[in-house]
Each structure stands twice: as structure tokens, then as C-alpha cells.
Nanobody
Framework: QVQLVESGGGLVQAGGSLRLSCAAS????????MGWFRQAPGKEREFVAR????????YYADSVKGRFTISRNNAKNTVSLQMNSLKPEDTAVYYC???????????WGQGTQVTVSS
């Protein structure tokens, strides 16, 4: 199994930026598709971004497209989410997830809180 730990969350003003990181241990990260999800209070968990094993292919939710960038460094066993032009509606707990098969996320981190003030 792979263990995932997110970091980089915090409080930022609208229009600002944050970079979230996900560190993996236990397994080689290159074996997994990786994704970022988020959940705000009272709302369902939603997909944010995903990246293929090699990092060649990425996909984003329409709500973050053009503002967020997912990337991975398999040599360092890390995945990142660069978040720019943050909006209050981006406020949520952000989770890193790993999938052995595309679309099936079996492993999840503990989450990191992102709060965007207006």
C-alpha cells in the first residue's frame, strides 16, 4: 500500500496563491494515477485535478481550469497542486488520492485545509 500526506494548506486572501504538496511512502508513486479532491462544509467531495502515471496527461474540473496546475515528480515521490487566483469558493479541505487503475482512487491522504478570505 501507499501512504499519502498532504501539506501546504493555510489561509490566503482572494487572488492569492498556495501550493499544496503530497508526499508518498511505502510504494513507488509512478505506479499510480494521482488526483486532488476537495470537500467544503455541507458539500459533497468533488474532483479537482488528476494526472497520469508519467505526468504526460492532466485533467481539471471546469471550476479550476486555468487557475490550478497539477504536477508530479516521480523521482521525489511527490505530487503538487499549484493554486493561483484563489477565490473564496475554493475554501475546502483538499485531499490527495492515488489510483492503481485510472478512476479508482483507493488511497487517500488526511487532507489539508485551504481557506480563502474575501
Amino acid at each position: 500500500q501507499v501512504q499519502l500526506v498532504e501539506s501546504g494548506g493555510g489561509l490566503v486572501q482572494a487572488g492569492g496563491s498556495l501550493r499544496l504538496s503530497c508526499a508518498a511512502s511505502g510504494r513507488t508513486l509512478s505506479d499510480y494515477f494521482m488526483g486532488w479532491f476537495r470537500q467544503a462544509p455541507g458539500k459533497e467531495r468533488e474532483f479537482v485535478a488528476r494526472i497520469s502515471r508519467s505526468g504526460a496527461n492532466t485533467y481539471y474540473a471546469d471550476s479550476v481550469k486555468g487557475r490550478f496546475t497539477i504536477s508530479r515528480n516521480n523521482a521525489k515521490n511527490t505530487v503538487s497542486l499549484q493554486m493561483n487566483s484563489l477565490k473564496p469558493e475554493d475554501t475546502a479541505v483538499y485531499y490527495c488520492a492515488a489510483a492503481e487503475v485510472a478512476g479508482s482512487y483507493n488511497y487517500w491522504g488526511q487532507g489539508t485545509q485551504v481557506t480563502v478570505s474575501s
